[in-house]
């Protein structure tokens, strides 16, 4: 896991760093996963992980005692969330919509509970733009999902746009291989 989390940090470190560290007020992240998001969110702040996976969620509480954070960590489904409407400033999650049974309801899910003057913020893995990586994703897609339960030609910016949620901001980096998002909720 230790070896994972290095990598994961060199790779995916500076794009969590450059689309959660302004998060603000009360955090939810959502598939919180280990708790790799937590480390680049602003100090003391209120953030609730929420993660399917009572293992992913063991980790997830470690490192969110270790950081010092407000909040804590509960077993969620992404797809029907246990809060109240309007309940969070900011909405996070990364690299999770390829892995969600209903993507759509996720997301859904997300913008009803983040404040109607909050922010949800994504960042994803997706189809490349550069041709030779996009073919050797949908090449894989299947074996992919099959092994790891994750979409590896998934295309945030049509799952996002087909749940309606309104785009203020998305850029993609890496040969397009990661997409951030900022939306607005309605």
């Known amino acids: 896991l230790a070896r994972w989390r290095q990598l994961d940090r060199l790779f995916a470190g500076r794009y969590r760093h450059g689309q959660f560290s302004n998060a603000e007020g009360r ?9 790799r998001n937590f480390r680049y969110l602003p100090e003391s702040s209120d953030v609730v992980g929420i993660d399917i996976s009572a293992d992913m969620l063991t980790h997830a509480r470690d ?3 270790r950081l ?6 509960r ?3 992404a ?3 246990a809060f109240p409407a309007d309940s969070f400033d900011t909405v996070i999650s990364s690299f999770s919509t390829c892995t969600f049974p209903h993507p759509i309801a996720a997301l859904r899910e997300m913008e009803r509970v983040c404040k109607p003057d909050g922010k949800i913020l994504l960042l ?6 550069v041709a030779p990586l996009a073919w050797l994703q949908d090449r894989r897609a299947e074996a992919h999902y099959e092994k790891n339960g994750c979409r590896l030609n998934h295309e945030p910016l049509a799952t996002v746009q087909h749940a309606e949620l309104t785009i203020d901001d998305a850029s ?3 040969f397009g291989l990661v997409t951030a998002i900022d939306l607005t909720p309605r």
């Open 68 to 73: 010092g954070l407000d909040g804590g960590v």
């Open 75 to 77: 077993r969620m489904d």
């Open 172 to 174: 993609t980096r890496l």
């Open 63 to 65: 490192e969110h005692d």
């Open 27 to 35: 955090i939810l992240d959502v598939a919180c996963g280990t708790g």
């Open 124 to 129: 994803e893995h997706s189809r490349s733009d």
């Open 79 to 81: 797809q029907a969330l």
